[in-house]
């Protein structure tokens, strides 16, 4: 739980959050030449619901691997990682499997759709993994979302024949068409170009705005104004935490002055 | 070439599975011919060994003593061909013999041990040292061994005219170098020189006699100069002194050579059919395997060229790869084959009856290996042509070209069931990456149905033309023609539903050549046509379609047959089909045979109805035509019985061990394609798991895939055998005298192999994808 403030964008208030994922002491290391590569060194970290988070760091600085630590997609060599009271850490594999289909969205920096479904199928196919919803509610729910991405005309397209940005924007219908507690994202502008990268940024605050809480890693200072909590990762630690008032588009430049300056304090 | 080399060592160390499945392919493969072959030679070495040591090397007939004058046996030493002839007696015995209390047909012929002939002992090994049969003693032929009635301790009575007074004890069985093939009618036993002397002399009926118990019949071994053409030398023989004709029978050196390796040939043609099949099947697994490669490894290959590799020096790589692979499979076949080779030897020795060597034809596998490599090496010249298209700007670009799928089909992937309609896109998104394992499937299906067809369709009224019957009545002193019809018109009387038959036999001459020629009435035919009837006048014969062909006629056509001194032209009215004479053999009526001078009596066998009281009709019979006929109850003949358990057995060994290798051939086809999908796809199988799908799930998914597409195969290979298994199966069975192979096609013929095939492409598919547990998302994931 942190203290923040809804009126004045620079002040704390006490507002009680709650925090979806909980990492105490996480640590992951590789072997490597018959010895071990830390990555990790004992981060503790919190996610709160409703936020949009950013983990920002140096290439090879343990962003993105904190972030599949968090996300259950890579066990995490020591520490321990609580999502809605059980440890991702010592979970079993059917059960990750639940909450990627269940709780979690995932949205990678090379899209990673399906090469072989089209654009609707990308989306419905997890979907139908969820029980609690029909066939035919899922693929309505689909069709929202892919309107919303502004993809309806294309939904019947494979990937292949869909420009970078549309399969992004599918890739985010994907990860929300069951609706996630956390939406996990790895540098998913990292493939795009300016005009797609605004498209997805865009998109993804809007999402935040509707409540979906966000954990986004990006290198790009552009990507992280949109955030509401901007961590700062080095050599597998936590070096620094950033709070900022949600985003409007009218304080992108002084958000962006304010991220840099931080940034740079940080020896970014 | 070096550096050629180099790559193929990194290639194989890469990609070491695929490397082991063409080793394995070709290794079964190469055992199965080896198998064969050996086998084959094997089974001729121990025929023409055994025809040398029975001295029938020319030309050998049976007469009945007496029926051979002086002037006939002069023509032998006239004839510049004759070289040198032998006589041997042997005794025939016509009753029922009685086996430690059972009824039994054999043996039917006695001889002496003339010294020729070879023993086995208990463990079927030829006894070294010379055999001595002592009184008393008698010794079998080796196909006898099979009818646990007929053991070492067994006590054979045979009738004479005085009765079941000549007693014998069984000490062994020996080899018939002559007549021991299982599908001679023919089982002759060996007694000791001074029974035989003494029944020869005291026990001999005349052929004259009402009822001959003991008949003398003599074998005639005629040796031929180098050359010599025996057909010729038998109708010189013939023109001038009819001895030939004047025999029961005859045959040429040739005929008892195919003769005695009929059923090993067709064992063997079926095997060579199959390893046809396995080759095409590893041409198709390893046209698979270098288009997947070339896929896959698109960047690579194209990073080759841009360094200077040449397309021919590129497909030299995959050349010597599987190459290495073929040699190394075919070494190891022939290893393997050697133990295999004894076991089925050892199979093959119960329908031969003579003592095989197991030996290895080394230098046949050798160049039968060098052949199909080549053939491999062609077609892997041929799949590897699209090295040639190979852009190396595109490979050093990141790859191929993007992929769109055209055939999907537009089936809209479903919530229920889920797993199948994913399935059902992986199959149709790359439907030619598996076109080859459905392939492999339809060829594997059609030929397990073959196989099954062919096992359910040799059953012994199929072929052996056994009507079943209730009572046999046979001809005693007093019987005259005319007492054939009392008889029908009494029994009828009994049971009005009853079917009675008559039957005899004799040789006859047709074109120069000759043939057994069945003589029958009945209501029943004792042969089904396979076109147009059987006969029912006195001028109309029945003649088998492998006769026909042989003589050149058709049906409606007349044919010219010769008995003894008599002539007379009958009409062919239909074709049947028999596996006795090798499909050699005619039919006629009773008429027909009196036409001929075939006066001698016949044998009645009635079938009586349902419920009917088989004793009580029998004992009607001996008592109203007592001295005219002797009825007995029918007893299964044993001959036919042994016969029809031993060929069951080598059927069933060789479609059992063809189902092993078809499903052995599919586990490797199955791991080969599953290891370069799993690799294509690792990125989608990831991302699969990103999306919650689970381990389990994705494989059922993998292996689901592989039984849908086993079952398209299977379905393929169905179909294609209602259309090609009779064709298939008459060419393959014409040796043994089915030229029309009509199968019998049952639900549990499709659905057994279909089965077998679906569920060992789902095993395997599901085994093989075990990697995907293992796979970790993160892997997939790039930064």
């Given at each position: 739980m942190i203290e923040?403030?809804?009126?004045?964008?620079?002040?704390?208030?006490?507002?009680?959050?709650?925090?979806?994922?909980?990492?105490?002491?996480?640590?992951?290391?590789?072997?490597?030449?018959?010895?071990?590569?830390?990555?990790?060194?004992?981060?503790?970290?919190d996610i709160y619901k409703g936020d949009f988070t950013v983990i920002?760091?140096?290439?090879?600085?343990?962003?993105?691997?904190?972030?599949?630590?968090?996300?259950?997609?890579?066990?995490?060599?020591?520490?321990?990682?609580?999502?809605?009271g059980e440890d991702l850490v010592k979970m079993s594999e059917k059960k990750l499997a639940q909450l990627r289909h269940g709780e979690f969205g995932f949205i990678f920096q090379q899209m990673h759709l399906i090469s072989n479904l089209t654009l609707f199928e990308n989306v419905t196919v997890p979907g139908y993994l969820n029980k609690k919803r029909s066939a035919a509610e899922t693929d309505e729910y689909a069709n929202e979302l892919l309107d919303k991405m502004g993809l309806s005309k294309i939904k019947s397209h494979l990937p292949s024949q869909c420009s970078g940005g549309e399969q992004q924007r599918c890739a985010i219908a994907r990860a929300v068409v069951n609706e996630p507690e956390l939406l996990f994202a790895d540098e998913p502008t990292g493939a795009l170009n300016r005009r797609n990268t605004t498209e997805v940024l865009d998109l993804l605050t809007e999402l935040n705005k509707n409540g979906q809480s966000i954990l986004m890693v990006t290198h790009d200072a552009r990507a992280a104004v949109r955030a509401s909590r901007i961590i700062y990762i080095e050599d597998g630690a936590v070096m620094g935490e950033l709070e900022l008032s949600p985003y409007t588009p009218e304080e992108e430049k002084s958000r962006e002055s304010q991220v840099n300056a931080w940034l740079s304090s940080m020896e970014w | 070439m070096r550096s050629i080399l180099k790559i193929m060592w990194a290639n194989i160390r890469y990609k070491k599975g695929a490397f082991k499945g063409v080793i394995a392919l070709m290794a079964v493969m190469i055992m199965s011919l080896a198998i064969t072959l050996s086998n084959t030679d094997n089974n001729k070495r121990a025929i023409n060994q055994a025809l040398e040591r029975a001295d029938a090397t020319g030309i050998f007939f049976v007469a009945k003593s007496g029926d051979i004058t002086d002037e006939m046996l002069a023509s032998l030493d006239n004839n510049k061909d004759v070289t040198g002839w032998r006589k041997e007696k042997r005794l025939s015995m016509t009753e029922m013999k009685d086996v430690d209390g059972k009824r039994k047909d054999a043996p039917d012929m006695l001889c002496k041990n003339d010294g020729r002939y070879r023993f086995f002992d208990e463990n079927d090994k030829l006894i070294d040292e010379k055999v001595t049969i002592n009184e008393g003693e008698i010794y079998l032929a080796y196909k006898m061994k099979k009818d646990g009635d007929f053991k070492v301790g067994s006590t054979i009575k045979v009738c004479t005219e005085n009765g079941y007074d000549e007693s014998f004890t069984v000490k062994g069985f020996y080899e018939d170098p002559l007549f021991g093939q299982i599908l001679w009618g023919l089982n002759n036993a060996l007694i000791s020189d001074s029974d035989f002397d003494r029944i020869y002399s005291e026990k001999l009926d005349s052929d004259e006699a009402a009822i001959p118990y003991i008949v003398s019949n003599d074998y005639y071994y005629i040796d031929l100069r180098d050359g010599a053409d025996a057909k010729e030398v038998m109708n010189d023989l013939n023109a001038e002194s009819g001895i030939i004709n004047a025999s029961q029978f005859s045959y040429e050196k040739s005929t008892f050579e195919k003769f005695n390796s009929l059923i090993v040939d067709t064992g063997t043609k079926v095997v060579t059919l199959f390893v046809t099949l396995l080759l095409v099947i590893v041409l198709i697994t390893i046209n698979d395997n270098i288009a997947s490669s070339v896929e896959m490894d698109y960047a690579s290959l194209g990073i080759l060229k841009a360094n200077g590799f040449t397309k021919w020096q590129i497909r030299m790589i995959f050349i010597c790869q599987y190459v290495l692979a073929l040699i190394i499979g075919a070494v190891i076949g022939i290893i393997l084959s050697i133990p295999l080779t004894g076991l089925l030897g050892g199979q093959f020795m119960k329908i031969t009856a003579l003592f095989t060597e197991n030996k290895l034809s080394l230098g046949k596998c050798v160049i039968a290996s060098v052949i199909i490599m080549a053939i491999c090496v062609f077609f892997i010249s041929l799949a590897t042509r699209r090295v040639g298209r190979i852009s190396p700007v595109r490979a050093i670009c990141g790859g191929k070209e993007e992929v769109h799928f055209d055939s999907r089909l537009n089936l809209r992937i479903r919530k229920n069931p889920l797993d199948f309609f994913v399935t059902l896109r992986q199959i149709t998104?790359?439907?030619?990456?598996y076109i080859g394992s459905s392939l492999i499937v339809s060829l594997l299906v059609f030929f397990m149905i073959c196989v099954m067809a062919l096992t359910d369709g040799l059953d012994a009224k199929t072929i052996f033309a056994q009507n079943e019957k209730d009572i046999i009545a046979v001809v005693d002193s007093d019987f005259e023609l005319s007492d054939m019809e009392a008889l029908s018109y009494f029994v009828r009387e009994k049971d009005e539903d009853a079917k009675i038959s008559f039957k005899d036999w004799l040789t006859c001459n047709i074109k120069d050549e000759q043939y057994y020629v069945q003589v029958y009435d009945g209501e029943e035919s004792l042969f089904p046509p396979l076109d147009g009837r059987p006969p029912q006048y006195d001028n109309?014969?029945?003649v088998t379609e492998l006769l026909a062909d042989e003589i050149g006629k058709k049906i409606g056509d007349s044919v010219l047959l010769h008995y003894n001194d008599n002539e007379e032209e009958y009409i062919i009215t239909g074709f049947f089909q028999t596996v006795y004479e090798a499909g050699r053999e005619a039919q006629i009526t009773i008429d027909g045979a009196r036409r001929l001078g075939k006066d001698s009596p016949c044998e009645a066998d009635i079938r009586l109805s349902e419920g009917a009281d088989k004793e009580s009709v029998k004992a009607a019979i001996n008592e109203k035509f007592d001295g005219v006929y002797q009825a007995s109850l029918s007893e299964p003949d044993s001959s036919i019985e042994n016969m029809m358990d031993t060929v069951d057995t080598l059927l069933i060994s060789i479609s059992t061990a063809i189902y092993v290798v078809c499903i052995v051939f599919a586990a490797i086809a199955v791991h080969l394609v599953c290891a370069k999908t799993f690799q294509r796809e690792r990125k989608d199988i990831g991302i699969y798991k990103s999306q919650g799908f689970t381990s389990s799930r994705l494989r059922g998914q993998f292996a689901l895939r592989f039984a849908v597409l086993a079952l398209i195969g299977a379905a393929i290979g169905s179909v294609s055998a209602v259309f090609l298994t009779r064709p298939l199966l008459s060419a393959l069975m014409r040796i043994v005298g089915l030229s029309n192979f009509l199968p019998d096609f049952g639900p549990m013929m499709f659905l057994l192999p279909a089965a077998a095939m679906t569920f060992s492409f789902f095993v395997f598919a599901y085994i093989a994808s075990s990697r995907i547990k293992g796979l970790e998302v993160r892997e997939l994931i790039t930064e």
């Open positions: 923040y403030s809804h009126d004045k964008p620079n002040e704390r208030m006490t507002i009680m959050k709650e925090a979806i994922i909980s990492a105490k002491g996480l640590c992951k290391s590789f072997a490597h030449n018959g010895g071990q590569i830390h990555i990790l060194s004992g981060v503790d970290l920002m760091g140096a290439s090879g600085s343990g962003k993105s691997t904190t972030l599949y630590a968090l996300s259950g997609m890579d066990r995490a060599t020591a520490g321990e990682v609580i999502f809605k | 998104s790359r439907i030619t990456a109309e014969i029945y």
